[in-house]
């Protein structure tokens, strides 16, 4: 803490680090004599002064002024009192700003030159407060480029613009998240290494790579991120062999992207022959990764990958969140997005491989993406995107499993893009609020598949009918399998490929609807929608069993009419099963439709004959089943 309280032993002051304000800086040679005014300010006796341009920079310094010549402050007079980096602070009537002491070689005052350089104070101080409450109540105003810190988060006063405001100051500032410089909590990799001081002073990027190295430096090493948020330029291309990345908490341990277009976390992978290591064994767990993209949505906008994992191999990647949208720890600290519309930048997950053929293959299959959690972006988990690859060496990712992850608010929730993919499988993953970003003129897909032999069990489509393809299989789609899927939505199911079949849950009606939009190839027609078993004694009709059906009713001898549930059939092109027990004495007898009329949505009319007596004939036992009659 600043101070011009004297030492009563030595009569100095008690700090070199930040030294107690003055009320005004010079911004030219002066007089050191006599009450003047500076920088337009009334300089009175008594009143400290950093001057700091004098012609001969040995005379800077603070001073004290005077009626006569002016003093150097006792704090400010001696080697001891200063070092190279020791903080001025200049308090003006609203304003508090700072100066930074810089000299080279040994400090002797007279012979040294003295250099004061404008400073936010952020690389020796921050002003703390207890929480964003404090810092909101505050009635000081700093100048521009001062860090704050409001219970944990770090912010920076700008001009206009931020996110906060200390509005009961007589001038109240904004502030924005401080997320450019440093690490708010240091990195740290276990067992082998802790990132040093020094490490972090030279910078995000260098920490990064170094801390990345030092987690693989020894087998077993883990890469922690304690709880914290961590600035990172795109394309350090962090995923080291076998390494281990954990954090404490995806809402809590976060990666912040800068403002740049590549990936977050990612491998170096070389198009040229021979050049690339095959690199497998890549675990990371509870982080956060949020991307940064223009304000505004536009085709034409750079575009951030968070979690890129192409042409790694059999790797683990669980509990992750990465968007747009802030999330936890982030939350107070970067902006969300204005609109669902400008959110929809970037992609999520991306994974793939180079054709095996390619000299520079180096794997990218068969990995492993456990709840992952996806809000605002373009596109959410995609493998084998042709934006990764050159189509001449096109990507054949196989056997990856998606289990119980989530893409909300993109253009696409999960993709599987190549023709040569293959043996993929989504389990319970859930797709919600698909729409087209601001600008954009893109298809919208909450899946769409191009592959063979990929397989998408449970989970959840939730969009309001907005995307235009619920599931979407390409022409060189085939073999693929969606089953008891729970679809909500109104957007269209279509099948471009060859025997691919889609079985869902109707929301609305609680029944498995199966799908295969190909003409006369009508799969439903194998699948029975409803049945129902009764008998019949004394012109009473007792159903035994029953489903989808609602009521069966006796119109005379042999005639009756069957109701189906509300929704069972979507139209009267059903096939119909009968079989029946005439009588105990065994006559044989047939089941039918009373005539081309009688088939409809809504219900049946069938008519039971005894042929031995040639005439309708109430049987003892009815066993019907009714076949397809879905869109």
Known sequence: ????????????????????????????????????????????????????????????????????????????????????????????????????????????????????????????????FADLTALKADTNTYAAGVRVDAGGATYVTVSSGGSVSNSASPTPQTFVPFIAASPIRDYVVTPQHFATTAELEAGNDAAMIAWADASVATPGGIAMLPSGIYTITPDLELFRDAMTIKGEGRNRSQLIATEAAGSILSRQWSPSPGTNDYLQSVHVSDIGIILRHPATADPANYSQVGLDTLHVTRSLFENIYVGNYP?????????????????????????????????????????????????GIQKGAVIDDPVDYDV?????????????????????????????????????????????????????????????????????????????????????????????????????????????????????????????????????????????????????????????????????IGDYTITFDTGVFDNGNWEMSANGAVNNSANIGTIQLKNLNSAASTGAGILSWNITTAALDDFGLYQLKFFGGRA
């Open 327 to 375: 999330f936890g720890i982030s939350s107070d600290t970067v902006g969300a997005p204005s609109s669902q519309a400008n959110s929809r930048q970037g992609r999520a997950v991306v994974g793939g491989t180079t054709s095996a053929g390619n000299p520079a293959y180096s794997g990218g299959e068969v990995n492993e993406y456990h709840n992952i959690f996806m809000a």
């Open 1 to 128: 803490m600043a101070t011009n309280t004297l030492d009563q032993v030595t009569g100095k002051g008690e700090t070199v680090a930040v030294k107690a304000a003055c009320v005004v800086q010079t911004t030219a040679n002066i007089t050191l004599s006599g009450e003047q005014t500076i920088n337009s300010v009334a300089v009175v006796a008594d009143d400290r002064v950093l001057v700091k341009d004098q012609t001969d920079a040995t005379e800077n310094g603070i001073y004290i002024c005077g009626t006569g010549l002016w003093q150097r402050a006792d704090d400010f007079n001696e080697v001891r009192d200063v070092v190279s980096g020791t903080l001025v602070a200049i308090n003006g009537t609203s304003t508090l700003t700072f100066y930074k002491l810089n000299y080279t070689g040994s400090l002797s005052f007279g012979s040294t030159n003295l250099n004061f350089i404008a400073s936010n104070g952020g690389d020796s101080m921050v002003v703390e």
């Open 392 to 556: 001449s060496s096109s990507s054949a990712s196989y056997g990856c499993t998606f289990l119980k992850c989530e893409a909300q608010i993109c253009e696409m929730g999960f993709g599987q893009l190549s023709q040569y993919g293959a043996g993929n499988s989504w389990y319970d993953c859930a797709v919600q609020s698909v729409n087209q970003a601001t600008g954009s003129s893109e298809t919208t897909y909450e899946w769409r598949i191009e592959g063979f032999d990929n397989t998408i069990i449970g989970g959840l489509s939730e969009d309001g009918g907005a995307a235009d393809y619920n599931i979407y299989f390409f022409n060189t789609s085939k073999r693929n399998v969606v089953s008891h899927r729970l679809n909500a939505n109104a957007a269209a199911f279509t099948d471009l490929g060859t025997d691919n079949v889609i079985k869902v849950i109707n929301r609305v009606t609680g029944r498995n609807e199966l799908f295969e939009n190909r003409g006369a190839n009508d799969l439903n027609r194998m699948r029975a929608q409803a049945s129902v078993v009764f008998t019949v004694a004394a012109t009473v009709v007792t159903i035994e069993d029953s489903t989808g059906v609602a009521s069966v009713v006796r119109n005379s």
